[in-house]
């Protein structure tokens, strides 16, 4: 009878062995050319581990070495670290291997990650029916290439947008028929429910708004069983990188995501080369307002001034806030940057209707009290669309451009190879494959960088 047991055993432990080597087959044949792919990936500026369980090795992207950072481990060679357990079961194992290569070539059946608001999250795949609540996910998904087809709810504002004076038919027109699910911030959850979503998109904040906070919804939603992933996909020009690449891996669309990081961090890179060269003496100093009111201004990660080569005139400042009018003319700016409302730029207008737009700057220019400042006396005042900054009601997923323009207007000799709208019109074809003609439609900044 033990003999016989031993037997039935064995036999059960070679079956087990087989079907792990038949599942992995795929993977294996594939190695060979993922690892040319892994090899050739162009790596954000800034490091990062990749959050997908089965980044074993903590790096920014999964492939072979993570593999062989988990036999390794199995065999007591290596610590265990977080991401090893591929499959998310609670020990890391021979199927944990089979897991990765199985992420490698984009065959896994199901993904386990942490998203951007440090929540770990499995999303069964194929992902066919996606709600999304806010626009710079849709966008992003837009550039990955994940078609309106498998897109069944989206945020209300880009179709009802009267409240924010926001046209948004013209950059999302192939959404304009979907089911709305409330705004960004109050997301409806019995619409979304109604929908029966793979998975739901939401922001990667607390949002503090109305009866139902974001943070209400993401429990209501994974109460009922619906996978949420919060992203913040282009809020103050955040994690891009790192998010874009995590949701490649999610929607199987590795190529693309690294296609447009490799567009993107191009750009990025100039402005971070070049800046670095600059002397602190050579830096101008820099007053960016925001469009909420007069004086009213915001942090780094809103304004990005220092990362453009300038000089902020109010570094102690973090958020956003009202500032004394006193205190600009004292500092004495030898740059004034703007935000204009949706109300008076955008895609909606014809590119030469510039008339709003440069009230917006001249409004600045007639202020009494900032006639003798270097800004103004030189003619240095800028204006830039709420729809191309990384935060506010009209933007979605182009803060980077942001970072272009300002590059430009604070040193324009140094920069002079560097064209922003041009870059924008690529975007726009490239990666939102959009019919959308800059010389004859939009208006985004005053007055253009020569």
């Known amino acids: 009878m033990r003999t016989k047991n031993k037997i039935v055993a064995s036999l059960g432990i070679a079956i087990v062995l087989f079907l792990v080597l038949l599942v992995a087959l795929p993977a294996i044949a594939a190695e060979q050319e993922m690892q040319k792919v892994s090899a050739s990936e162009v790596k954000a500026s800034d490091d990062f581990v990749l959050g997908i369980y089965g980044n074993a090795n903590g790096d920014d992207t999964i492939d072979m070495r993570d593999v062989t950072y988990i036999k390794l481990v199995i065999f007591g060679k290596k610590p265990e670290t977080a991401l090893c357990d591929a499959n998310y079961d609670g020990r890391v194992s021979m199927l944990d291997v089979v897991q990765t290569k199985l992420i490698i070539v984009g065959k896994e059946g199901e993904i386990t990650f942490i998203d951007s608001y440090n929540k770990t999250v499995a999303v069964k795949k194929p992902i066919n029916r996606i709600v999304v609540t806010w626009r710079g996910q849709l966008e992003m998904l837009r550039t990955l290439g994940v078609g309106a087809d498998r897109i069944v709810g989206v945020e209300t504002l880009i179709q009802s947008s009267e409240e924010y004076g926001v046209d948004y038919g013209i950059f999302f027109p192939e959404y304009q028929d979907k089911l709305t699910v409330g705004i960004v911030w109050t997301p409806d959850v019995e619409k979304i429910l109604s929908l029966n979503p793979d998975c739901v998109f939401l922001i990667a904040m607390p949002g503090l708004r109305g009866e139902t906070t974001v943070d209400d919804a993401a429990d209501a939603l994974k109460s ?3 996978p949420v992933l919060r992203f913040w996909c282009g809020v103050y020009d955040r994690d891009v990188i790192r998010e874009i690449r995590m949701l490649g891996y999610i929607f199987n669309k590795r190529e693309r995501a690294e296609e447009f990081i490799q567009w993107r961090e191009e750009f990025m890179n100039l402005i971070r080369e070049r800046v670095e060269k600059i002397s602190e003496e050579d830096k101008p100093k820099v007053y960016f307002e925001t469009q909420w009111s007069a004086y009213y201004t915001g942090g780094e990660y809103i304004t990005n001034i220092e990362f453009c080569g300038g000089k902020t005139i109010f570094p102690e ?12 003319v004292k500092q004495n700016p030898d740059v004034i940057i703007k935000v204009a409302s949706p109300y008076v730029t955008g895609y909606d207008l014809d590119a030469d209707n510039i008339t709003k737009i440069k009230e917006v700057r001249d409004e600045i220019m007639n202020r009494p009290e900032l006639k003798n400042v270097n800004a103004v006396k ?6 830039i669309s709420n729809y ?3 935060y506010g009601p009209a933007d979605e997923g182009t803060g980077f451009l942001q970072k272009l323009y300002m590059a ?3 040193h324009p000799e140094l920069f002079k190879d560097l064209d922003p709208k041009a870059i924008h019109q690529e975007y726009l ?7 959308i003609d800059l010389d004859e439609k939009g208006v985004f900044v005053y007055p253009e960088p020569s």
């Open 408 to 410: 430009k207007w604070l």
């Open 429 to 435: 074809t490239r990666f939102q494959g959009l019919d």
């Open 378 to 383: 030189n003619g240095r005042v800028y204006v």
């Open 317 to 328: 400042i973090t958020g956003s806030t009202q500032v004394d009018p006193e205190a600009v």
């Open 224 to 226: 009922a069983g619906i």
């Open 388 to 390: 191309i900054v990384g």
